[in-house]
């Protein structure tokens, strides 16, 4: 980096210049809702959240709010969103700040990273936005950034790797505290915008005429990728059960796959009735789904089972919920779960 201007002057005027400034959580220094904000952006992309997060405030407009929340509200409210154990740490996290901090968000980096679901990096974006600390963020957007510029070779999950550009990004800091939310949103917004995972627009990058990467040509290459490993194929049969026009969800464990959602019996359908006390008057076995997770991919067997009608009475199933059809998709259930259910209230899309 030429000595006449740093890093982070670069970073700093190309972000006031050039950066994004109408995202809403940008819009406020009040703790809650930038925490909000960097917990569903956690591998998810700002469009996705930005409904999610208009649709959460309203529910929830403040810490205590969300703390008082029945967990299974909170969860409906995360529903499609994915990678729920966000959501279930989300909530302790409200019940902690509330019970342990009387409502108030710790105001160090260090305070906020000991809250549950709050890792280094997000613990940092906190407190650099809200209270102008200079502490270093570490995402997957920054280590990309930091491993083209400066071309670092190696995967930036390994510990070395790792070890290595948390180093480097503490060295990189603006020396004004007041520059420090400036700079924090330009390391998200170079790699959300210019530096991204795909091609990278890079005569619109600040660090244009430094960055090891364009000046090698490896911007393919930068960061080097996870190394491959098999991914496990897994494969589960739900019974999506209907009478009187209801369908029959249960909900998870907390912990766990889809932990604290909605989703039919999971089991062979002669077992799953059987144990119910319900025979199907109709059974017809649905299209195949798969789903792909971080660690492995699911193959949904949906079976629909029509049985005979309940009455109020035989719609009180013990552990499960009765739901109307045609608002089961909107009941707090996973994605693939509401694509399964698709094929039974709406048999021609």
């Known amino acids: 980096m030429p000595q006449e201007q740093s890093f982070a002057e670069r970073l700093v005027g190309w972000q006031r210049a050039a950066g994004r400034h109408d995202l809403p959580w940008q819009r406020t220094r009040d703790p809650y809702r930038v925490w909000l904000s960097e917990i569903m952006l956690q591998q998810t992309q700002v469009a996705t959240v930005i409904p ?6 309203e529910a929830f407009p403040d810490v205590a709010a969300l703390a008082a929340a029945p967990a299974e509200q909170v969860l409906a409210l995360w529903a499609g969103l994915g990678y729920y154990a966000r959501a279930r740490n989300l909530h302790r996290c409200a019940q902690q700040v509330v019970a342990v901090h009387g409502g108030f968000f710790p105001k160090t980096a260090a305070g906020l990273a ?12 906190v407190a650099a936005f809200c209270y102008a600390e200079r502490t270093a963020i570490l995402d997957g957007n920054v280590k990309r950034v930091l491993c083209r510029v400066f071309g670092i070779d190696g995967f930036p999950g390994s510990t070395a790797v790792d070890r290595k550009l948390w180093a480097l990004a503490e060295t990189l800091l603006p020396e004004a505290a007041d520059d420090m939310p400036a700079y924090t949103q330009g390391l ?3 790699g959300a915008t210019l530096c991204t995972r795909g091609l990278p627009h890079c005569p619109a990058c600040p660090f244009a005429d430094v960055c090891v990467a364009r000046r090698d040509g490896r911007q393919r290459e930068l960061p080097a990728p996870k190394p491959r490993a098999a991914v496990p194929e897994r494969e589960s049969t739900f019974v999506l059960i209907v009478a009187d026009n209801r369908l029959l969800l249960e909900r998870r464990p907390p912990a766990g796959l889809w932990g604290g959602l909605l989703v039919p019996p999971e089991g062979e359908p002669e077992a799953v009735l059987a144990a119910r006390g319900l025979l199907a008057v109709d059974r017809r076995e649905l299209p195949f789904l798969k789903h792909a997770f971080t660690h492995f991919r699911l193959t949904l067997k949906p079976v629909l089972c029509r049985v005979a009608s309940q009455g109020k009475a035989g719609l009180a199933e013990p552990g499960g919920e009765w739901i109307e059809l045609e608002r089961a998709a909107e009941a707090g259930v996973p ?3 509401r694509k399964l259910i698709s094929l039974v209230a709406n048999p021609a899309d």
């Open 335 to 337: 994605t693939p779960i």
């Open 52 to 57: 999610y997060y208009a649709r959460f405030l």
């Open 188 to 190: 998200m917004d170079l």
């Open 114 to 125: 000991e809250l549950p679901g709050i890792g280094r990096s997000t613990a940092a974006a």
